[in-house]
């Protein structure tokens, strides 16, 4: 360990110091044309009300609209006393934005009048995934917790309809809840969830009943997998393919991969991309794959041959979420570093930045060649050596 130069320093390793200060280095870059916020980036959801803005949840215990073309914030709303880890829109409407927060309640507001809601308390815990779904006649919001617990709410009465928890094999802390449009009813919704261990499950939900839905198991027609586990630790991301015919589920996982869960195969892998450390969003359009995670790149995968097409460097810390926007043209990253950034998934923009990414490295390559060999040898050995030849 060596001594720090700041006073915020003096207990890093040599390493973590390494890293405060290529961060630092890193944080100018103008890629992704960031907007600078002030706290860390928590999650973002589209804004319905506007095409270009995002609702960002704020370790500062806020949700931000922003205006990614303007780099404007357009609002905050305030309320939790924590960070806000996750966001939604639903309701009658869809007028009505939901946050969960570690202070355990969902909290909510009018996305037009701006007045605060009704707040969601029942979690034990830091509330973490949050969605939103019509069961029969009922507006329901679906909360998961570092509690263990997932909630089903009524909107508008704030009562709880279901307590959800895996009576079979212990299901750790939420991470990630989303409804399957293909096989939800009006009257039953079927909910998947995702937490720190490796199991997918699959909830039936009704108004009166939760069914765990039991998974085929592969290659054994006649028998049964209590839950999908593909993966080898904590699944952070779910995501339906509506651009594919199958709809099929995509995650995004600890374990450095991003895995496409055919339905037609009972939710079994069928693609595998590699991002490498923890992925932490995953977003599909009809053209590309985009993965993004702790390594704080954004990774652009062509969806035919499922090779890596361009890599998106811009953010200095993790990635947390990702948003396509613009029908499939564009995708928003938003990240710990505090920026939001946005990509254009045009084929021509991220043939230019290859060319760029390699034309620096061959101008770096050139540079080093041209630049002579540092000796291994002291001012005073090399002054003995010439001595020495001289003599001879």
């Keep these: 360990m060596r001594q720090a130069t700041s006073t915020g320093h003096f207990f890093q390793t040599d390493a973590?110091?390494?890293?405060?200060?290529?961060?630092?280095?890193?944080?100018?870059?103008?890629?992704?044309?960031?907007?600078?916020?002030?706290?860390k980036l928590l999650a973002a959801t589209p804004d319905p009300t506007t095409s270009s803005s995002l609702l960002i949840a704020e370790s500062t215990g806020s949700v931000r609209r922003v205006d990614i073309d303007s780099g404007e914030t357009k609002y905050v709303f305030?309320?939790?006393?924590?960070?806000?880890?996750?966001?939604?829109v639903g309701g009658p409407g869809n007028r009505t934005l939901f946050a969960g927060s570690w202070d355990k309640d969902i909290w909510s507001w009018d996305l037009e009048t701006k007045a605060p809601g009704r707040k969601y308390s029942g979690h034990t815990d830091f509330v973490k995934a949050i969605t939103c779904a019509k069961i029969g006649?009922?507006?329901?919001?679906?909360?998961?917790?570092?509690?263990?617990?997932?909630?089903?709410?009524?909107?508008?009465?704030?009562s709880r309809i279901h307590t959800i928890q895996d009576q079979t094999v212990s299901m750790m802390a939420l991470q990630a809840l989303v409804v399957d449009p293909l096989e939800s009813t009006?009257?039953?919704?079927?909910?998947?969830?995702?937490?720190?261990?490796?199991?997918?499950?699959?909830?039936?939900?009704?108004?009166?009943?939760v069914e765990q839905i039991k998974e085929a198991s592969p290659g054994e027609p006649s028998s049964v997998r209590h839950s999908i586990l593909e993966h080898?630790?904590?699944?952070?991301?779910?995501?339906?393919?509506?651009?594919?015919?199958?709809?099929?589920?995509?995650?995004?996982?600890?374990?450095?991969?991003?895995?496409?869960?055919?339905?037609?195969?009972?939710?079994?892998?069928?693609?595998?991309?590699?991002?490498?450390d923890h992925v932490r969003a995953v977003a599909v359009t009809d053209q590309w794959i985009?993965?993004?995670?702790r390594d704080e790149d954004v990774k652009v995968w062509d969806r035919t041959s499922g090779k890596l097409y361009c890599t998106l460097e811009g953010h200095?810390?993790?990635?947390?979420?990702?948003?396509?926007?613009?029908?499939?043209?564009?995708?928003?990253?938003?990240?710990?570093?505090?920026?939001?950034?946005?990509?254009?998934?045009?084929?021509?923009?991220?043939?230019?930045?290859?060319?760029?990414?390699?034309?620096?490295?061959?101008?770096?390559?050139?540079?080093?060649?041209?630049?002579?060999?540092?000796?291994?040898?002291?001012?005073?050995e090399e002054e003995e050596l010439a001595a020495l030849m001289e003599e001879d």
């Design 16 to 39: 973590e110091q390494a890293q405060t200060e290529r961060r630092a280095t890193k944080a100018s870059n103008k890629n992704g044309n960031p907007v600078v916020l002030k706290s």
């Design 78 to 88: 305030k309320g939790p006393s924590a960070p806000v880890t996750c966001v939604a």
């Design 137 to 158: 006649s009922k507006h329901c919001l679906i909360s998961g917790g570092a509690d263990k617990k997932i909630i089903v709410w009524d909107i508008e009465t704030g």
């Design 186 to 209: 009006p009257d039953a919704i079927v909910l998947v969830s995702a937490s720190s261990d490796p199991h997918i499950r699959r909830w039936r939900i009704t108004a009166g009943v």
């Design 232 to 276: 080898e630790t904590t699944v952070y991301k779910l995501f339906f393919d509506t651009e594919g015919e199958d709809v099929d589920l995509w995650t995004a996982s600890g374990d450095g991969t991003t895995k496409c869960l055919s339905r037609q195969k009972g939710f079994t892998t069928d693609d595998i991309i590699k991002h490498g």
């Design 290 to 293: 985009v993965t993004a995670g």
């Design 316 to 380: 200095y810390n993790e990635v947390t979420d990702l948003v396509v926007l613009a029908e499939g043209n564009r995708v928003a990253s938003v990240s710990i570093d505090g920026t939001v950034r946005t990509w254009l998934l045009h084929k021509t923009e991220l043939d230019r930045i290859n060319k760029e990414k390699d034309e620096n490295a061959n101008a770096v390559e050139k540079e080093a060649a041209a630049e002579p060999g540092e000796s291994l040898m002291t001012l005073e």
